[in-house]
């Protein structure tokens, strides 16, 4: 009788009855798993960051994922201050994009500010947040080289439309026209050839770089295809590697509408390579930041003020290019699902992007008595975009923020900052400028100095660096839906 097999419903209560008695725990952890709920869901947080050339994109995001790593809810308060994030793990890179080298920049990178990026590159992870029920977060960070965002245009418009853009309206700005009036003359003469447009296109190109004018497309006159940059050596005047399309013969310019009328076999032929670097460069770039359901745009305030008038109107020009390119606000799921997908606890299946933070970075640059009016610059240089978008679309969400995610200064209260100057040996105290209250009318490089400096980060592996308002950017980024 002893030795006959019992049913198994049977045994199955007899484990379970010697468990409970045998391991008290066991109870424990039982009605611990019944009152955790399960992850149904996962909340997307596909965040393009986006912004010029040393904006601070790549350090806004090294300092992301560090805080996400090892949160601290005392150093970096979510919600009321009691949301605890946890990282769960690293995912593998979609799309065919590189690893973001958090560690390399993160780590090893000795006192140094992480190297300038010259490929895209992205880092996913999960997360669990504490006042999550049922959800996991899925978080993708997408890092681009700043040179990058001239091209999106190209993602889009024909090659006339590109030329015409380019000669009908950036050139046209005051702080562009001088520049390019040489440049106009050569491309509208009927005498003109493939070599000498090009060459003059490059000069032009070379011209702008150095005074701080911020378009330049093809991008690939600064830094190629295959990631060799050309700026540092452009700067000191040297431009003969630098070449204006995927390589020394594919080079392309922009023709007015007259010339390419005229002469439709120089036409045709910029054209197509063109189209070549469409498929190869831009299209891709437009299709990375397309996938995204958030943006994060970094205006660098105190390098602009730092430089000219030219700078600021071509980042406007940037951002005005980035809304009508990417379109932001107009994902496919209508209004009446939005409902759903909040009480599903985040982004769950929502196209295209639909939040946007735009960050005024490097915050730590300007003297604490200052910090405010950053963000009052940031939304007075983009305000107008981001509501112009918002009324022509129903799934926009846009909030302003100014931060230093790796604060690396400390103010003094003689106006002065403290901090390792770029370049030097240890910490000095030196003047800054007061921010303006607005954008001034005009301005030359030299009226404002915001110098560089080393960066803080703590040697402690698990310790995320000292930072100004990234939690304010964070909690918006990855907040609760529900
Ligand atoms: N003080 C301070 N400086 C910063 C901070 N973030 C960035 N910087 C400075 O800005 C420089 C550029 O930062 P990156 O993050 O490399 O800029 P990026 O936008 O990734 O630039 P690209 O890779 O060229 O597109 C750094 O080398 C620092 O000098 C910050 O939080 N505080
Ligand atoms: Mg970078």
């Keep these: 009788m002893r030795n006959q097999p019992q049913p198994m419903i049977h045994r199955n209560r007899q484990v379970i009855r010697r468990a409970v ?4 725990h066991f109870l424990i952890r039982i009605s611990e798993q019944m009152m955790r709920p399960p992850k149904l869901f996962s909340s997307k947080h596909d965040i393009a960051v986006v912004g010029l050339y040393r904006s601070g994109k790549t350090v806004f995001i090294t300092s992301l994922i560090n805080h996400l790593m090892h949160h601290r809810p005392d150093e970096l308060k979510l919600g009321d201050g009691s949301i605890k994030i946890t990282f769960d793990e690293e995912l593998p890179p979609q799309n065919g994009f590189s690893r973001f080298p958090y560690e390399e920049f993160r780590y090893e990178n000795n006192g140094n500010w992480p190297k300038k990026t010259k490929a895209t590159f992205q880092y996913r992870c999960s997360f669990f947040r504490s006042d999550w029920g049922w959800s996991k977060g899925e978080l993708s960070l997408v890092d681009i080289p700043g040179e990058r965002l001239s091209d999106i245009a190209i993602a889009k418009l024909s090659y006339g439309q590109w030329s015409d853009r380019l000669l009908q309206k950036v050139f046209q700005d005051g702080h562009y026209r001088d520049a390019a009036q040489s440049y106009q003359q050569l491309a509208s003469d009927q005498s003109a050839t493939e070599q000498s447009v090009v060459a003059s296109y490059r000069e032009l190109l070379a011209e702008l770089y150095r005074s701080f004018r911020p378009i330049i497309s093809p991008s690939t006159f600064l830094l190629t295809a295959d990631g060799k940059f050309n700026g540092t050596s452009i700067i000191k005047g040297d431009h003969a590697s630098a070449y204006c399309g995927l390589s020394a013969d594919s080079q392309f310019a922009p023709l007015p509408q007259s010339i390419r009328h ?15 670097y469409r498929k190869n460069l831009a299209g891709p770039l437009v299709k990375s930041l397309s996938r ?3 943006m994060v745009v970094l205006l660098d305030v105190t390098t602009l003020l730092a430089a000219n008038t030219g700078m600021y109107n071509g980042n406007r020009a940037l951002l005005e290019l980035l809304f009508e390119i990417l379109s932001p606000g107009r994902g496919l799921l209508g209004i009446g699902l939005d409902l759903l997908r909040k009480s599903l606890g985040g982004r769950i299946g929502r196209r295209g992007i639909s939040k946007i933070a735009v960050v005024a970075t490097k915050a730590d640059k300007v003297h604490d008595s200052q910090r405010d009016k950053l963000v009052d610059l940031a939304k007075d240089m983009s305000g107008g975009i981001v509501e ?3 009324q022509r679309t129903s799934n926009l969400e846009c909030r302003y923020f100014a931060c230093a995610a790796v604060k690396s200064t400390f103010s003094q209260v003689d106006g002065t900052l403290r901090g390792n100057l770029l370049g030097d040996d240890g910490p000095v105290e030196y003047p800054v400028s007061d921010l303006p209250s607005r954008w001034p009318g005009k301005w030359e490089q030299g009226e404002f100095v915001f110098p560089d400096v080393a960066p803080l980060f703590p040697e402690n592996a698990a310790l995320a660096p000292d930072h100004l ?6 909690d918006f980024l990855v907040k609760s839906q529900v």
């Design 21 to 24: 008695w045998t391991y008290p």
């Design 262 to 276: 005229s002469k439709p076999e120089l036409s045709k032929l910029f054209a197509s390579r063109y189209a070549d």
């Design 292 to 294: 995204c359901n958030e």
């Design 388 to 390: 112009r978008q918002k």
């Design 469 to 474: 308002g990234m939690d304010h950017i964070i």
